[in-house]
């Protein structure tokens, strides 16, 4: 069973800050690693998806990097904003299914 | 997420009433599911479906049942609520291919 862990569960930084989240997982057998973002009260909204052959993919300010023989994905947020507080998660697809980590929180302040 | 849409938004139940989730997406995709959010959990998936006319079991399938007729319509439904089942239900969906999950907006449910 693939078990997903983020850690910490919760990060406050100053704005203009890099942020770092991490996510690992057991299962190095997986299709493709997700990043989702989700606000309070809302859905989950797919931000970046790295396929298992890639390493890394990028949008904007936002950059995501894969090490399957490790069990780990980053998440890389540069010059943090007020507006990018929320909860990240990952999630790691196998067999049609994604594993979910619980989250990190995020909270940038002004 | 304008593509899937879930109904109700909010529901209270009473221990052993049922109910049934709706979840409609217009994005044509094959692979429809249901998860619930429980705080400090993560996200669990309940059951899930490949396609028209077909279901599987998730990671937490008891207690629920759901029914794929239409290939835009996911429904899942509580036979006998119970206070566990209290959460926030989303449904999600995507093309297949490794392609990314959409999400709905939720349903908070609260079993009484």
């Known amino acids: 069973k693939q078990e997903v862990t983020q850690i910490p569960a919760a990060l406050s930084v100053p704005e203009g800050e890099n942020l770092v989240l991490n996510c690992s997982f057991t299962?190095?057998?997986?299709?493709?690693l997700q990043w989702f973002r989700q606000d309070p009260g809302k859905g989950l909204t797919s931000l970046l998806l790295i396929q298992s052959s890639q390493r890394e993919q990028t949008s904007g300010r936002l950059n995501a990097s894969l090490d399957k023989s490790s069990g780990r994905s980053t998440l890389y947020i540069a010059a943090s904003q007020p507006g990018d507080s929320a909860t990240y998660l990952c999630?790691?697809?196998?067999?049609?299914?994604?594993?979910f980590g619980a989250g990190t929180t995020v909270t940038v302040r002004a | 997420n304008a593509g899937v849409t879930q109904t109700p938004k909010f529901r209270v139940l009473k221990t052993g009433q049922s109910m049934t989730l709706l979840c409609a997406q217009d994005?044509?995709?094959?692979?429809m599911y249901w998860y619930r959010q429980d705080p400090g959990m993560g996200l669990r998936l309940i059951h899930y479906s490949v396609g028209e006319g077909t279901t599987a079991k998730g990671e937490v399938p008891d207690g629920y049942n759901v029914s794929r007729l239409k290939k835009q319509n996911f429904l899942l439904g509580l036979e006998s609520a119970a206070p566990s089942q209290t959460s926030v239900y989303f449904c999600?969906?995507?093309?297949?291919?490794?392609?990314?999950?959409?999400f709905g907006s939720g349903t908070q449910l609260s079993v009484l």
């Open positions: 299962d190095s057998a997986i299709y493709n």
């Open positions: 999600a969906t995507h093309r297949g291919g490794g392609e990314k999950l959409f």
């Open positions: 999630a790691a697809t196998h067999d049609y299914k994604l594993s």
């Open positions: 994005m044509n995709h094959e692979y």
